[in-house]
Structure formats: structure tokens, C-alpha cells
């Protein structure tokens, strides 16, 4: 355990008095070290987590790399969180010492506004906090889930049934609810045809969920390195991108496309895949703009939409639903001193399906 408290500090609730082992990017595009943050004190509604295991998004090498631009740096990032609950604050009703718990990509919200009270925090009109790489109402920047402890609000903290072990619990937190909402959203189901584009973090646990809510599932990936994986986790059909002849044949079939695609895509081609009234949701976040044939979507009334996380309430009926159907993420658990060899990994595509950290070697 590494939580030292600094005696010196002044007793007040919004002041840090102790600072946790993390690994940390010092500035844009700098390998990851190991150093340590401030964590704040345990107030009425927070919960202190003794942090288990944390996942690697493609999102943490985005913003390490401040690929969105307005990084802040130190940057610890982490947004895939599996604890064990060590402290609770005095009002917290929703936890107890002990609960096995998770937090993903928000830690906190405006908690008033139309989208907080439709639990769709993470549309908060003043904007969702971050889990790291933000600024939180109290003024403090947030340090994220590579790190030994974290302090948050139990709002924003979701509990991991006891069906799910935590290290293949951790990447449900972002990875999961990132494909299980808009699966929700546009109906996945018996009699609807789903492509997941990307076999890589986010498009593996989409194939798990939309198989498991019963649509018929084809991987579209650049190449057939993955087939297998990709039809042992539940889909029916696999095909290469790369392949020259893979957007004929496949012209007009899909009801849903789900693009997890870290890169910019070539939306023009994809939107050929969906039947009329079809839809492509794209959660990749490119850190480049793309171009769209506007004709592309007026011929067969195709949507093209985006999605983002989910809010609270959907993150634990999707971690209940995981439970339930024994769909925990396919993971490559690492010691910390590797996590800047599996950022290459992943930008290489080479990730089967999640790395994540084992925190107690930070
Ligand atoms: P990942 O594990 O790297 O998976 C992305 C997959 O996309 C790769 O495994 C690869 O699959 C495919 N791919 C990569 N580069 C490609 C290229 N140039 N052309 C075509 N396909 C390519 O990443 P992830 O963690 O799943 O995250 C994916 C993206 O979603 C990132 O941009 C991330 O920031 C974003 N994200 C968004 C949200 C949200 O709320 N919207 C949440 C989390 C993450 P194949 O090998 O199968 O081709
Ligand atoms: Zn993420």
C-alpha cells in the first residue's frame, strides 16, 4: 500500500493530503513513468478505492500523446477501474468496506441538468468531469485509474457483480458500456444484422454483447488475421476490409454497423453496407477529421450518428447483463513497467483484446 499521509497538510476537505502511486505521462508523447499524484481526502459522499486492476483504452494513447489536443500534464491515465471499496465517507449509503467496485470515464456532473437527471451524465450540459486528463469542481485536476487508489464520488461509482472477476470486469467500465449503449440505443436483437468494425478492445466485447442480445454478428476487420478470435467470441461472419471485393458483396446488408475504428474511416464505403433505414455509429475517436459524400446517406435514408459511453445507471445494467451471459473482456494482464510496449501493441493493432495493468505493481 503506498497511501501516505502528509500530517503537514491542512485539514480541509478540498485539500489533497495524500498522494498514491501512479505511472504518469510527464508531457505530450513521453513514455509513461512511474511517480505520484494527490488523491483528496474522503468526503461525506466519497468512497476511497483500493484500486485492483485498470484497462488500457485506446483513449489513454490519444490523450497521453494529446492527440485531442489540451492535454494536462502529469496525465495518469485510466478509465477502466477495478477496486475493492477500503474507505467510505460518512453519508455514502449506496457502499460498504469490501464491495467489489468500478469506475469508468466520469467521476462527477452538474447533477441538475436535464441529461444528469435522465441518467445521461455523460451529455451533462456543463460538461461530464473525467475521470483524468480534466479539471473537477473543485478546481483540482483529475488523475486517472493507473495508480494504487482513487477517491470518488459513490454517484459515480458502479458495483461489479459477483459473477465477474475484477481484472476482466476492469475494460467492461469503458469498452463495455461504449458498444452495450448504442447496441441498446438502436436495438440490437434477434432478426437484426450487427457489424462490428475493429476487433480491438471497444469491437471485441461489441461482438460478446451483440451476440449475447441475440443479433447475428459479422466482424469486419482489415485482415483475417483475427477470424478465429473474432468467431469463438460470437460472430457468424468475418471479413477483410482489406480485401478488394468485401464492400461489393456485402453492399446493403447491415441494419446496424458499429465503427470502433481508432483511425479516420472511409465513411462513404461503410454507409454502402447498410440496408435502408440502416444506421452507422461510429465511437472511434480519430484524432483527425473525416470527409462524407453527403449522397452517401440521402439514397436509403441512412443515419450516421456517434455515441458516447453511457451514463450511470446504463454502465451497471450493462456490468448486470455481463453477469449474467459470463461476458467478461479477453484480457493480456501486464505488470505497470510494461504498459508503454502494449501503447505500442495496441497502435499496432496487436491487442487480443485488452491489456490490463495489475496495479499492485505500480
Ligand atoms: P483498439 O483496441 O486499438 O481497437 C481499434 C481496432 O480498430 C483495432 O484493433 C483494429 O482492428 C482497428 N483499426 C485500427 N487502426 C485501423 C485503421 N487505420 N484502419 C482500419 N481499422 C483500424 O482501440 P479501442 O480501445 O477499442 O478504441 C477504439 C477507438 O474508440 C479509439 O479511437 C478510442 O479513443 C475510441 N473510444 C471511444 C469511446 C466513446 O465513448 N465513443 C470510448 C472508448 C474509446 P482490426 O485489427 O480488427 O482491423
Ligand atoms: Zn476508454
Redesign the pocket.
Known amino acids: 500500500m503506498s497511501v501516505t499521509a502528509a500530517a503537514t497538510t491542512p485539514a480541509t476537505p478540498a485539500t489533497p493530503i495524500t498522494r498514491v502511486a501512479a505511472y504518469a505521462a510527464p508531457a505530450p508523447g513521453v513514455p509513461l513513468e512511474r511517480t505520484t499524484v494527490p488523491r483528496r481526502r474522503v468526503g461525506p459522499h466519497d468512497v476511497l478505492i483500493d484500486i485492483k486492476y485498470a484497462g488500457i483504452?485506446?483513449?489513454d494513447i490519444?490523450q497521453v500523446r494529446d492527440g485531442w489536443g489540451e492535454g494536462i500534464y502529469p496525465m495518469v491515465p485510466g478509465h477502466e477501474i477495478a477496486g475493492v471499496v477500503a474507505e467510505v465517507g460518512a453519508d455514502v449509503t449506496r457502499f460498504t468496506v469490501g464491495d467489489r467496485v468500478g469506475v469508468g470515464?466520469m467521476v462527477d456532473s452538474c447533477r441538475v441538468c436535464e441529461h444528469c437527471r435522465n441518467g445521461q451524465e455523460q451529455h451533462c450540459v456543463q460538461g461530464m468531469t473525467g475521470t483524468y486528463n480534466a479539471v473537477g469542481r473543485d478546481g483540482e485536476p483529475t488523475y486517472g485509474g493507473y495508480s494504487t487508489h482513487l477517491v470518488v464520488d459513490e454517484n459515480y461509482t458502479v458495483r461489479i457483480p459477483e459473477g465477474l472477476a475484477l481484472d476482466v470486469a476492469a475494460p467492461l467500465l469503458?469498452?463495455g458500456i461504449?458498444l452495450y449503449s448504442p447496441l441498446r440505443h438502436w436495438k440490437a436483437g434477434p432478426g437484426k444484422k450487427v457489424a462490428v468494425?475493429?476487433?480491438?478492445?471497444?469491437?471485441h466485447m461489441g461482438v460478446k454483447m451483440a451476440h449475447a442480445l441475440g443479433a447475428e454478428v459479422t466482424?469486419l476487420?482489415?485482415?483475417l488475421?483475427?477470424e478465429a478470435d473474432g468467431r469463438r467470441l460470437g460472430a457468424t461472419h468475418f471479413h477483410a476490409?482489406g480485401d478488394g471485393t468485401t464492400f461489393e458483396k456485402l453492399a446493403g446488408t447491415f441494419d446496424l454497423i458499429l465503427s470502433?475504428?481508432?483511425?479516420p474511416?472511409a465513411l462513404d464505403a461503410y454507409l454502402g453496407l447498410l440496408k435502408v433505414d440502416g444506421a452507422l455509429v461510429n465511437?472511434?475517436?480519430?484524432e483527425e477529421p473525416v470527409s462524407l459524400n453527403l449522397f452517401s446517406v440521402i439514397g436509403g435514408r441512412k443515419t450516421l450518428a456517434?455515441?458516447?459511453?453511457g451514463g450511470i445507471a446504463e454502465t451497471q445494467e450493462m456490468l448486470d447483463f455481463c453477469a449474467e451471459h459470463g461476458l467478461g473482456s479477453e484480457i493480456e494482464l501486464i505488470d505497470a513497467d510494461h504498459i508503454n510496449e502494449a501503447y505500442a501493441r495496441?497502435?499496432a493493432?496487436d491487442?487480443r483484446?485488452?491489456f490490463v495493468i495489475d496495479t499492485s505493481t505500480i
Open positions: 483504452c485506446h483513449s490519444h470515464c469503458c469498452a461504449t468494425v475493429g476487433l480491438g478492445g471497444l469491437g466482424v476487420s482489415q485482415t488475421r483475427k476490409t470502433t475504428v481508432s483511425a474511416l465511437v472511434g475517436a480519430p456517434g455515441s458516447m459511453i495496441v497502435l493493432s491487442v483484446y485488452r
